[in-house]
């Protein structure tokens, strides 16, 4: 039988040259990529008077990580607001019920509405942070919007503007 053994070595040793090719490859760096969750809720988790919100509403995230948008509630769904996403970038709808998965590559500002429950505020921001990342603020600034969405974003900016190195590619450590 020392065919059958020679084939085994053979077939161990392809299987291992196969790993370790696998380590250099430029798509293991995505590996590192993070899984971040925005959840949609009828009731702010740690302030009962705050109703029909996202949790946490504003998201920092680096180049190629993604963001969940769970359906933890019913009712709610995660929509960008024309004009509050990066130029070229194609932003997403999400069906209101449905959980929606985006990963996003391009820095920059993405401002995002539950669509039934905008005028009530429930309204986020996800910051992808690096080069570019506030270019886009001034255009989302413009965006006009309704009811309690107005004093939402303002808060949002307002925390925005006490965001430092959000143009940097790593978070600040
Ligand atoms: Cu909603």
Redesign the pocket.
Known sequence: MPLTIRRRELLLGAGAAAGLATVGMPGIARAEAASHTVQ?L?VHPENKRLR?VFFPRIQVISPGDTVVFEATDR???SAVIDGMIPEGTEGWDGK?GDEVSVTLDQPGLYGYK?????SVG?VGLVIVRGEGALDNLEAAQDVRQRGKAKSAWEEIWEEVAAMEDLTSEEPAA
């Open positions: 949609m009828n029909q009712g709610h769904n209101i539950c669509t039934p429950h905008a429930m």
